[in-house]
């Protein structure tokens, strides 16, 4: 059998609903649909053109963001520095949800970790520890 790789068809979408059903609880929204960059789908030959026929298998990327947050905190006391990054927060929060972003990540240095983390979860941020990150360069 020969497979190929070619450009995600929207009539590709219920074969790829039934992988991901099998293999990973991954849901992806509709929002989430116009974040996805990448969208390639490994078919069989076989099958020909046909939408949503023989598909092995895709690779898709979808848009995200990493936040990084900077605060001299030589300026103001800690009470003002929390509403700069209060306010800091929400002006981001709106831009990235302007630009089709559901989730922005945070990747906390250890010596800051417990106790910015803290701070982050009373924004509604939460640790993932659901799944194991990976990062190619």
Do not use: N
Not at 117 to 136: F, I, M, N, Q, S
């Amino acid at each position: 059998m020969t497979l190929r790789i070619r450009e995600y068809d929207e009539g590709d979408l219920g074969a790829l609903r039934a992988i991901m059903r099998r293999r990973i609880p991954l849901r992806v929204s509709r929002s989430a649909e116009s974040a996805i960059l990448t969208k390639l789908v490994l078919a069989d030959d076989e099958k020909g053109e046909t939408e949503g026929k023989g598909i092995a298998g895709a690779a898709l990327l979808r848009l995200t963001a990493e936040a990084y947050l900077l605060l001299d905190p030589k300026r103001g006391t800690p009470k003002e520095r929390w509403q700069w990054l209060l306010g800091l927060h929400e002006a981001t929060r709106q831009e990235a949800w302007g630009r089709g972003l559901e989730d922005v990540h945070s990747w906390l240095p250890p010596e800051i970790a417990a106790k910015f983390g803290r701070r982050l979860a009373r924004l509604g941020w939460v640790r993932d520890d659901e799944w194991t990150p990976y990062c190619k360069r």
